[in-house]
């Protein structure tokens, strides 16, 4: 019988994506793993696979379709042996694949998208719904639907997700076992979008002069963007503490291995291995001071605090009318140089949307560097499931007091932002001092 290809979720949280290329077409043969597809996410370009052996019977979604709903039919497979003509007339009217129960509720709780599509497990990003008594229920769409369908309240169903959101076995778990009903205001809120209110797009463009602007539509990545941080700032009790550090000794060590780095040969000729920047110090010592102060490296979830085992640290990226954090995973354990040719790695595929999901999504800590454009100081918004971030400023000369003597010297201010929840006070300051003495004492970084 004709096999259904669907469009993938390839992350936790994609809804739809863009089919960019087709690398095959009706008519050829394809066996399991063969790669015949380019879809384009909000922040990656990524390739989609056969998942088994036929014949291009009839491509469904046109190349360059924008918008494609994750499960929406794109193409089908005829087996070996089968009518063409008889497989690609169905693709009207083709049923959509079905998944076993396990690997739906997989797909809705795995950190990393499934190899196969499935139809009825979620990707879409968990959000909090509100109930009638304020509290806040965060679940998967797809539990919201089937809890709507059985009239059941959310805020009485135990979720077993990720960060305790609730999930489609939960709500299949409660619905058997009798929870109670949902009451009339709670299931109109859940319906809403939790979303902050503001001006409407009607009003907002009254308030300008006809032809005085120009519309530029929201992209995935935009709109990704926008949710994410909103999710941060409506949920996130943050708080900052700031560290001016010394960067004198810094910049001198980096100075030195920069000189005695080793060379290696290139199509262009001779090049040093690797060439250290300010970030990849800094990134190091968020690292190392995660690993010092065990209990800043952490997440929060309804239930439990997260303790991470390694400071995976991601690493803002500015892209084009956009943003990215690539991860370097168990930063504390990397060299120095190890580190700066990853980021190079990354930031260059990032630029060309060619990370991997998980080259990207969750982490432990941030670190948002914009002293490269003179800002000296300025606050991050806390990238969940993440719950500290450092914000750093540019590195300028000022009067320092040295052995009671006043000097001038270079000086880098680094501003740290913690979920409350995870992190207070006095721990967040531990943390931020930890930081401060790797970086006014680099070679520690390198024992």
């Known amino acids: 019988m004709p096999i259904n290809i669907t469009m993938p979720a390839l992350s936790p949280t994609m809804e739809e994506g863009n089919l960019a290329k087709w690398l095959v077409k009706e008519g050829d043969k394809v066996k399991s793993g063969d790669v015949i597809a380019e879809i384009e996410t909000d922040k990656a370009t990524m390739e989609v696979e056969a998942v088994d052996e036929g014949t291009i019977a009839k491509i469904v979604v046109p190349a360059g379709t924008e918008a494609v709903k994750v499960n929406a039919l794109i193409a089908i497979i005829a087996e070996e042996g089968e009518d063409l003509a008889a497989a690609a007339a169905g693709a009207g009217s083709a049923p959509k694949a079905e998944a076993p129960k396990a690997e739906a509720a997989k797909a809705e709780t795995a950190s990393e998208a499934p190899k196969v599509p499935v139809t009825d497990a979620s990707p879409a990003p968990s959000t909090p719904v509100p109930v009638a008594d304020g509290k806040r229920v965060f679940s998967s769409p797809l ?43 709670a299931q109109a809120a859940a319906q809403a979008p939790a979303v902050a209110k503001g001006p409407s797009d009607e009003s907002t463009l009254k308030l300008f002069a006809e032809g005085s602007y120009e519309l530029l539509p929201h992209d995935g990545m935009r709109k990704t963007i926008a949710a994410r941080l909103t999710e941060s700032t409506q949920t996130v009790p943050s708080y900052t503490v700031s560290m001016d550090c010394e ?201």
């Open 247 to 447: 960067l004198d000794a810094l910049m001198a060590l980096r100075a030195e291995i920069n000189k005695s780095a080793p060379v290696k040969k290139t199509e262009k000729g001779e090049v040093p291995a690797f060439k250290l920047s300010v970030n990849d110090f800094i990134i190091k010592a968020m690292a190392l001071a995660l690993r010092d102060v065990p209990m800043a490296n952490a997440s929060w979830t309804s239930t439990a605090r997260v303790l991470h085992k390694h400071s995976d640290v991601g690493v803002a990226v500015s892209i084009p009318d956009g943003l990215i954090t690539p991860i370097v995973r168990k930063a504390e354990t990397k060299a120095l140089s190890v580190i700066s040719n990853e980021v190079k790695d990354m930031a260059k595929r990032a630029r060309d949307k060619k990370l991997k999901p998980e080259e990207y999504q969750g982490g432990t800590t941030s670190v948002s560097n914009l002293g490269m454009f003179g800002v000296s100081s300025f606050t991050s918004i806390v990238n969940l499931p993440q719950a500290s971030i450092v914000s750093i400023g540019a590195g300028v000369e000022k009067p320092v007091v040295r052995g009671g003597k006043i000097e001038v010297g270079t000086v880098m201010s680094a501003t740290f932002a913690f979920d409350h929840r995870v992190i207070d006070g006095a721990l967040g300051a531990e943390l931020a001092s930890a930081f401060k003495r790797y970086i006014e004492n680099p070679m520690s970084m390198l024992v």
């Open 143 to 185: 539990a919201r639907r089937l809890a709507k369908e059985a009239g059941l309240d959310l805020s009485a169903v135990t979720g077993t997700g990720p960060h305790g959101r609730v999930v489609k076995a939960d709500v299949e778990k409660a619905a058997a076992g009798g929870a109670k009903a949902a009451p009339a205001a």
